[in-house]
């Protein structure tokens, strides 16, 4: 990912093998299985299954794009299936992984006004505004291809694609600042939100039964932000390090290490297709029943 075409070492080509096979199978196995779930279990739908639809839409989309990204890599940089080709793809790769990183926001934000605001809930949530969020999500992420369609340099005959992208591209502080942000940004409410929802949960729940564990729901949702955390967060410290030293802002002599931890911990992040996977099945097994029973049951 840089400008002087360096290749990507074979070790590194190898982990994205073993990583992207697997993720591209049972990913594509994970949305296949909560369509099933979405078609033949759900009655109805609620704000949870419209935000899991968004994302299962985007997941797919991302899916998609691997088994070329692992084709790139092979290649290096004899890359031949043509520009614009892999501008498309590298736009629906990127887009599309931080507009499910916003669907994840929403949803767990949905379940921290449902469960800690549930009268407020009632006018704040519905299904048309969440398909309404939705859809200003999509609308917003794919702006985000204008940007895709200049990784490599106006102009400029693409070589390598998905890597080796040209020195404007790293000297873009804009593009930056908006992807660390909508990273660091949605974590910070998404811990926020799922602390404060659990908080709630265990505060009723002890009123009704002091001796109680851990309830399965709150296990859950520290899983999904423990996934959320362990998939993204690497990616974005590993860019925001290599941005510096791209930039001369601190000086590091091993830039070829740093490149590859930079696209290993991006192969890495892409694993969260899967464990989203799991959420599917919870959040949309919630959804069956009625959501403004359990707030009520939550505010007594």
């Known amino acids: 990912m840089n400008g002087t075409h360096a290749n990507i070492s074979a070790t590194v080509e190898l982990f994205q093998l073993i990583v992207y096979a697997p993720t591209f199978t049972l990913g594509l196995l994970f949305n296949v299985m909560a369509l099933s779930f979405l078609f033949f279990k759900v009655k109805k739908l609620s704000e949870s299954t419209v935000y899991m639809i968004a994302l299962i839409f985007l ?16 290649l290096q940089n004899k ?12 736009s629906l790769y990127f887009v599309n992984m931080y507009g499910s990183i916003l669907i994840s926001l929403c949803i767990c934000v949905d379940r921290y006004i449902a469960i800690r605001h549930p009268f407020t809930a009632l006018t704040l949530r519905s299904t048309k505004k969440a398909a309404m969020v939705c859809a200003v999500i999509c609308l917003v992420t794919s702006v985000g291809t204008v940007s895709t369609f200049q990784l490599h340099g106006e102009g400029h005959k693409i070589s390598s694609c998905f890597h080796n992208f040209s020195k404007s ?27 404060q929802t659990i908080k709630c949960l265990r505060k009723h729940r002890k009123a009704d039964n002091p001796q109680t564990c851990i309830t399965k729901a709150e296990k859950i949702m520290v899983a999904n932000l423990v996934a959320f955390l362990v998939c993204f967060m690497p ?3 590993a860019y925001f390090v290599y941005f510096l030293v791209k930039n001369n802002i601190i000086p590091l002599s091993f830039q070829q290490v740093l490149r590859n931890i930079v696209q290993v911990t991006l192969c890495w992040a892409n694993l969260n297709c899967c464990l989203d996977g799991v959420c599917y099945y919870f959040v949309l097994k919630e959804s069956l029943e009625d959501p403004l029973q359990n707030s009520e049951k939550i505010a007594r």
């Open 59 to 74: 997941d797919t989309l991302l899916l998609f794009t691997l088994p070329f990204k692992i084709i790139s890599y092979h």
């Open 79 to 90: 890359w031949n299936l043509g520009s614009v080709f892999c501008s498309t793809l590298e």
């Open 169 to 195: 591209t790293w000297k873009n502080a804009g593009l930056l600042s908006a992807l660390e942000t909508i990273f660091f940004g949605s974590m910070a409410a998404m811990t926020y939100c799922t602390v």
């Open 235 to 237: 990616y974005h410290v």
